[in-house]
Each structure stands twice: as C-alpha cells, then as structure tokens.
C-alpha cells in the first residue's frame, strides 16, 4: 500500500458515523512534521500532548504516531516537486485524522498552495480557528481578554477555488468577450456596465451545500458551548453581492431555523418575540414597526412582507420559543463583514462563533488572532465528514528553523483541538491550562518575551514544552 513509508505496528484506526469521529484508546494518528521551523516545533508539541494523554488517562489511552511526508521533507524522500506524495493522502485517508506543522509554498510543481490541496483533496470544508486569550500574552489591544471567537470558515468555495485567468490569456478574454456581449447585456439589472479588456478575471462560486454544511457545523458546536456562548454569526458580504454572499447568509437561516428549529432562534425573532413579551395586545403592523425602524418609509408592499413576517413567527414558534424560552435558544444573527472587523475589536465579548465564507474567513481569522497573541497562539483544524486535520497557522518561518527558538504554541494548541475533537477533553484541558500557566508566569518563547513589561529571558522552543508539562497534575 505504500511505498516509502510503514505505519505503526501497533494501534488501530479512527473511523466515522454521520460524520462523527470514532477513537479508539490506542489511534494511529498520521504527522506531518512540517518545513522551516516544523524541525523545532513539531517534537516540541509531540513531547506535550504525549505528557498530557499519559497524565491524564494513567496509560489507558495513547497516541500512535505515524510520520508521514510533505512540503520540502517529502522533496527530499520522493525526488523532486514530490510536495504531496501519494504514500501521505493515502495515509490520511486510511487514518481519518492527522496533524500538521507548517508547510512551504511549491515552487514548481503544479501546486499553488499544499493546505489548499488538503483541504480540497479531503473535502475539508471547514477551517475552525480558535481565538481565545491566555493572561499575560502580550497584545495591543486594550482588553484582549474579552475575545473569545471560534470563526468557522468554509474552506472549499468562494474565490480560493482557484477558477481564474490570466490578463490576456485566450480564454480569460474569451470570457470577457461572451460576458460584455451577451451575459451581462441579457441582464437588466447589470445595466451598461462592461468589464474592462485588460482585465485578469475570476469565479467566486457560494453554493447552497457549502454554505449549509458550514453551518450546520457552526450550530452543533454552538450547542457544546456554556450558554452564554451560545451563538452564531453569519459574517457576509451580502449588501454588495447578494447572490453569493447574500445567499450564504440566507441558506444559512434556512439551515438553522429548519434543522435546529427546537434550539435556536433568529435575531429578528427574538425582536417579535420580545415585544410580544413586553406588551400582549401590540399589533403585529407595531411589532413590524418596531423590528424595522424605516418602517414606514417603506413601500406598502415591503410593508405588508414585513407584517407577514411578524405574524409567522408568532403563529409557529410562539408556544415553543415565547415568554422568554428563546433566551435559553442559540442565537443566531448575521453580520455585514466589515462591521464585524470593527466589532471584534469594540464590542468582542458580543460574540462567539463567526460563520463566514473562504476569503472573509482568512482575514477575519488572522484579525481575531493578532488580537490575542499572534498567529503563534493561533491554532486551527480542517474538518470534513469522514476526515480532519489539524494544523499550525503560521507560515515556515525558515530563518529561524533548526534554532530551538520558535513557539510551538499553534501547533499545540491545535493538538489541544484534536484532542477535543477526538473526545479526549481531560488531556485537552491539561495542555491548555498549563500553557496558561506557563505564559502567566513568563515562562515563553522570544516572540513573547520582547514584547512583555519588564522584559523577561526567554524560554527555548524545547524549553516551553517543558514549561507546559511541568504544570500537569
């Protein structure tokens, strides 16, 4: 089955039911160990979640690694542009679930990028990132502490399907030429306008399936959550692009509020539900006129839609949601996507978890993780419906490699989010507070270091590890 490389002799596979994990107390779990700086910070994570599962279930439980291959180490091993050999995915998706350090970019090779080929190969269409903050990480924000998201990010849509052409390529003017001569002149609402000859040109496809998916992943983790953290924002684009990110945010309405019915409720629906609560005999014509505030600029055709609305709430969710039930449900809202860049720095403690499309995501993602640390305290995970794989989010950094200087903290933390996804919470939760101790203490890495009050002499990317265990009881 494989060419340069042999599994464990012992353990045994992980395995799915409706799109749930299987684990087994002895999982064989494939590792990519990463380029650049994977060289330190891969053993370094490896040390700490084997101490925590060996703490934490007394030997009842254990990790079986499998090295597995890519980026420039598989260069080495399968010749050259042999970024992502056969022996890897067939690794991957004979295990289920692995775990990955950073991995360079192809140069050559027909690659654009080897995280977007995993992703796309796998079908992992949700990116889960993180963003909590540990006491004493350095940040430049005022109050990092009251940001606690969870961005679910759709991984295999939007823009980064890589449906695109170059300016000047035959097909790309192709295209344009069929778009300005008849697609766009066959479409009133697009009016005169044209897009320019010289122009590259890309297909940014939201589909129905892909957004709900999604979602419906964002809402059964939003159930998991203490209460008051019960919540999902859909994060979208639509005021400007309503039949891509607009239609994400609608699909996902309709996804919540059919198959989450009993446990959720709209933002809008808490509104009506509310001022029900509040006055029993206000009219639905006031209701809608409370929910809306240009209300009555509005046509009398936009006012009667909103009217109606009103009155189908009331009729179908009033028993099971009114009288102050929905306070008890998982909120669910949406967010114009540049309102929520600012609104994740003012107003953070607002939210929890962030549903968004692939490029909205990327950035969103990143902004959340400068706020409480760095992309070095950033972790992520990949996940699809019989297969994860869990990642650092930082790029190689390979002037630092092989220096033992580098934080391991992504890596771990996302080892923190395997775990958590395998069901193994107790090593989980030993891993994240003694990180948390760790960072409290100043005991890190330079990257922190340089930037605390007083300064303090930084710990080797080994030497955190050892900080991280020496916390476990």
Known sequence: MYDKITPPTTG?????SNTEP??????????????????DI????QKVLDAAVEVAYKGTRKISWFKVYAGDEACELYGTYQYLPEDTLTAIKEYGVAIKGPLTTPIGGGIRSLNVALRQIFDLYACVRPCRYYAGTPSPHKNPEKLDVIVYRENTEDIYLGIEWRQGSEIGDRLIKILNEELIPATPEHGKKQIPLDSGIGIKPISK????????????HALLLPKNKQMVTLVHKGNIMKYTEGAFRDWGYELATSEFRKECVTERESWILSNKEKNSEISSEENARMIDPGYDALTEEKKAQIVKEVETVLNEIWSSHGNGKWKDKVMVNDRIADSIFQQIQTRPDEYSILATMNLNGDYLSDAAAAIVGGLGMGPGANIGDA????????GTAPKHAGLDRINPGSVILSGVMMLEYMGWQEAADLIKEGLGNAIAQGEVTYDLARLLEPPVEPLKCSEFAEAIIKQFK
């Open 12 to 16: 045994a596979k992980i395995s799915f």
């Open 22 to 39: 299987i684990v087994p107390d002895n999982p064989i779990i494939p590792f990519i160990r990463g380029d650049g700086t994977g060289i």
């Open 42 to 45: 891969w053993p370094a994570a």
């Open 209 to 220: 399936k892909g957004s709900q998916r999604l979602v419906r992943r964002a809402m059964k």
């Open 387 to 394: 297969c994860a794989i869990f990642e650092a989010t930082h």
